[in-house]
DNA sequence: CTGAAAGCGCTAACAG
DNA sequence: CTGTTAGCGCTTTCAG
């Protein structure tokens, strides 16, 4: 019982029950008949012993380990503000949760670029929010290993096995909303992180700008500013005879921000200046004045990510064919396609794709 | 370059460089001289194959895996209420981060106890909140597997490998905060979760209790109550003549409530009851009346936790020898002990501790 | 400095 | 139904 964990192999199991190898190992796996008493032999001597199956062992064999990997893209996401932090936590929690709902191990990839890092046992890879052509993509694929995106590679629009944001209709009811509160220049401060997120966002603010005959604003807010320097960038575009009435602020952090340099330059928000933005947080969620926010609804992606992982893993030739559960989905609708409200558009070959998840928006 | 990404293994990097196999991983670990020559030819040859080492191979042959564990043990952190996700994600995020900095392998360990589930290789595991006696303790030390936990066993107090949280601190200054505040008969709403939280904080609020004459009033409200259960169970304590007029309630979304119920009894919050909870979420730092929180500081344990495994790893003998950064920690406090305020105490032996974070409290 | 060979512990043919 | 055996891909002696 209390033996002294010295780690017991296959082999000794067998001596101890009399038996071959290779009964132990079909007595645990069941993958072929075995009489009852042989079993319980080898079931009782495993359990005496402590037998513990090596999954590295397992794995070499087989050549699969039954752990699915993670890498998060952005870059700001762990170092940097709590914000940043709490939407990491908030997707890492989600995929983990969700991964320990079905039983199977999820682990942190290391630094897939470099070298050095050992190398992990994984037979599928979960990577959120990829940059455009983004490197660990491409390295996955090479080393053969199946992927599973949280949001799109931009510049690979083709993939099938990406969890898709609908941002058309949600940054469209974004500015909509902003329309109706009687903002009349919006302003969208977008960031430099080259991903689904920046990218799709400000298409469907210039989609939008175009239709309602607007002119359109772009001002570009690198994310690893420092509040100092993002608020000394934002002071002189808010201010002037041409200032914007309402602004689209990509990263929350910054959004709280600027209301306050907002209120520096003696403008009221929301009355003077409008604040909305880009990702849902504390931040923005408790901000007074408050802050009208996307949510990325990061806890449906994870699920559905999850699930795709695990259909590709288990030999879904596509996403579609599989897909189990197109409750908050429109998985009818391809990629940048968008439909009237209340209408469901369904199109040919639409299957092949991965679900589209829902984003909403927090209206404050 | 875009191989069909089949998996070549290291005798095939061995015949294009038209050398050992041996040789070939000499090349990569480094572990005896190559000559220059050589060594290039080999990481051509591995560069222009797409060669990519076999993790599971490694760690067959020698015997580590670079991998560590997770488990966190709480019942409800994962399902259940958006606070108890909040929880959850917090220390899940920092040990995460913390272990990419560090650029090793961190592995959801799904279901340790269920046999039917795959067995994950790691080199060692961490331990969060484990209960009285906990049985993943067991298990894992049975297995030969080094652990070190986040809150110690409580059924466990001489284990070393524990980064603890300093409670009795914490707790007093809460209670005597109440207590200036004009708090004569506080009630503590305790957990059913037998882990270091629940008993450190009770016995704490004991201790207080009798130094100061007060008569203790203990309530258990299990962790796994719904909403309104809890609130029934709640409701019948708050009123009557002997009602507390402040309480201290565990989890933070039953503090909620409790304001609710209190408002529903015509009780006024803080004037007629103060509300405190023990851990910190968005919902108790939002929560309006205010709600006075203790903050269990993941991150610091997060960050601690991790420091701690990898020293173990690297073969430390005991925690304290190899205790690089006692920042934040009196290591010299061994578990239990108090001190007075701005005042540290060393005693003989302490240095075989792992170190005590300091919580802290959020006045509201 | 390099090669040959012995396994790490397990699974999956293939024989009985 | 059970036993024997050949590796999975790698690291690490031990010889040259």
């Known amino acids: ?134 490197s660990v993509l491409t390295e996955l694929t090479r080393r053969g290993i199946p992927v599973v995106t949280v949001e799109e590679d931009p510049e690979r629009p083709g993939f099938p096995w990406a969890v898709r944001l609908d941002y058309p209709a949600v940054v469209t009811a974004l500015l909509d909303h902003l329309r109706e509160q009687g903002a009349r220049r919006i302003t969208l401060f977008t960031g430099t992180e080259d991903n689904a997120w920046n990218r799709r966002t400000r298409e469907t603010y210039l989609a939008w700008s175009a239709r309602r005959r607007r002119t359109p604003r772009v001002e570009v807010l690198s994310e690893g500013l420092t509040p100092d320097d993002a608020a000394a960038a934002v002071r002189p575009l808010l201010t002037g005879r041409s200032r914007p009435d309402a602004v689209i602020i990509a990263t929350s952090d910054f959004a709280a921000l600027v209301t306050r340099v907002a209120a520096a330059e003696g403008l009221r928000v929301p009355d003077d200046l409008m604040v909305a933005s880009l990702t849902d947080t504390e931040h923005s969620r408790t901000a007074s004045p408050p802050i009208t926010a996307m949510d990325l609804n990061h806890e449906k992606l994870a699920e559905h990510a999850v699930e795709l992982m695990l259909a590709r893993l288990s030999g879904a030739g596509n996403p579609g064919n599989h897909w189990s559960s197109p409750r908050c989905c429109t998985c009818a609708r391809p990629p940048g396609a968008r439909d009237r409200p209340g209408r469901t558009v369904r199109r040919a070959g639409a299957d092949r794709h991965a679900p589209i998840v829902d984003a909403s928006i927090t209206k404050r």
């Open 1 to 134: 019982m209390s033996r002294p964990a010295a780690k017991v192999t296959i082999r000794e199991v067998a001596e101890r029950a009399q038996v071959a190898i290779s009964t132990v190992s079909h007595a645990f796996s069941g993958s072929r008949p075995i009489s009852q008493a042989t079993r319980e032999r080898v079931l009782r001597a495993a359990a005496e012993l402590g037998y513990d199956p090596n999954p590295s062992a397992r794995s070499l064999r087989t050549g699969r380990s039954g752990i699915v990997g993670l890498v998060l893209r952005p870059r700001y996401a762990v170092t940097g503000t709590p914000d940043r932090a709490e939407t990491f936590n908030r997707l890492v929690g989600s995929i983990a949760t969700e991964m320990l709902r079905r039983k199977t191990g999820l682990i942190h990839v290391p630094d897939i670029d470099d070298p050095s890092v050992a190398r992990v046992p994984m037979d599928g890879c979960i990577v959120a929010h990829p940059y455009g052509d983004d």
